[in-house]
C-alpha cells in the first residue's frame, strides 16, 4: 500500500472514532445537558461566581410590561452573602428584587446557590421593560454584595421565547372591557328596570280612554 493511500486510510478511522465517541456521549445517562444552549455571560469574583446572566424581556417585540434579570449567583465562600442591589449602569433604571418567598433580602447562603429568574425563585424585576434595552444587544448589569462589593458583567437582552420562555416576565393584565357608546347612548346597562312595569309590557294611555267611554256608554243604555 502507497504512503498515500495508508494516510487516506488512517484520517478515515480516526474519523469514524470520533463520530462513534461523540454517540456515545450523546446516548449517556444524562443526554439532555448535551443540548445546545445559547451562550450566557459568566464571571467570578473572589468567592462568588454569576452564571446564565441574561436580560429577559416580552416575548412580542412591540409588548408593553416588565423585563426580568435571570442568573444563578454561587458563593463558595464560608459566610452568607447579601444580594444588596442590582442596577444597570449608565441608565436610570430600577431593578426591583423579591426573594422567592415573603420578605427580605436576597442571600446567597455560604456555600451553596441563589437562582434568580423563573417559577419559585427570586426575582429581579425591570418594571419598564423597554428600559432594559434592544433584543440582541448587551447591557452591563452589577451586582452589589455585602462582603465582597460590586460585580459587574454584560448580560445579553433576549425576548421570553424558546428557551429562555419559563424564565420570562409576566405580562401586563389585559384591560377591562368598557361600555361602548351605543350602549351607553341607549342606557342598556344589564340592570332591571325599576319602572314598576312587567318586562316586555306597556301602557297606552289612548286604550284606558277607549274603555272608560265604553263603560260610560253601557251605564246610560
Known sequence: ???SLRH????????????????ACSAGNDAQTLQVRPDNAATAVDS???QNLNII?????????????AATLFNDGPKPETVEKVTLPGTDTTVELKPAKGKGPLEVPAGGRLVIGGKNNASAVIENGRQAGTNGN???VAFTFSETGDIELG????PATSFFKDFGPSALPSAEPTPSPSDSASGTTGEPSDSGSPSGTTTDPSASDEAATADDAAATH
Open 1 to 3: 500500500m502507497s504512503r
Open 8 to 23: 487516506g486510510a488512517l484520517a478515515a478511522t480516526a474519523v469514524v472514532f470520533s463520530i462513534a465517541a461523540l454517540s
Open 48 to 50: 462568588i461566581k454569576i
Open 57 to 69: 424581556t416580552q416575548p412580542e417585540p412591540e409588548a408593553e410590561g416588565p423585563a426580568v434579570i
Open 138 to 140: 448587551v447591557q452591563n
Open 155 to 158: 448580560a445579553a437582552i433576549v
